[in-house]
């Protein structure tokens, strides 16, 4: 069976303490859209999804002791949603701190050619924004960064 065409191949699912205040700052802040609320008979959520472009996050409720906010575990993260921009980076990111996102590395071109910055959203997620603006081949990345380099491909 294929998968319907509102679907990413994957995607993140995070979990808020207050998940609707998360929904309001995503769109807000980075330009997510909802596409999916679901809530129970008290108004709870219960599921929510956003896109980007053609990728999709999942925002949820903490739904049990392993299913936390990063404001619940004392601010640890364990994992970082990246998320590739075709529009200017700079102006995303100065929406993004207007908004209220803690801006922890400031927009700055990289070795192997995007411009990126490094955000955290309220409730301590980490969120990291790229936009290519720069081809370069494989050996000039490496050049530039002293790093030794395997992919099965480079664009």
């Not at 679907?7 to 699912?13: E, I, N, Q, V």
Request: with cysteine; aromatic share 10%.
């Amino acid at each position: 069976m294929t998968q319907p065409a509102h679907l990413s191949t994957f995607s993140s699912a995070l979990s808020y303490l207050d998940p609707f205040a998360a929904l309001d700052f995503l769109e807000r802040a980075f330009g997510f859209e909802r596409t999916m609320v679901i809530t129970d008979e008290t108004g709870a959520l219960g599921h929510a999804q956003m896109t980007f472009g053609n990728g999709t996050i999942m925002i949820g409720s903490e739904w049990n002791e392993n299913r936390k906010s990063p404001r619940s575990v004392g601010g640890k993260c364990t994992q970082t949603v990246h998320v590739h921009l075709d529009e200017d980076l700079d102006a995303h990111c100065a929406r993004a701190r207007a908004a209220g996102a803690v801006i922890e590395a400031a927009p700055e071109d990289q070795f192997y050619g995007d411009r990126t910055y490094r955000a955290v959203d309220p409730e301590g997620h980490v969120w990291t924004f790229g936009q290519t603006v720069r081809a370069v081949s494989r050996a000039e990345a490496e050049a530039e960064s002293g790093l030794k380099i395997e992919a099965a491909t480079w664009e």
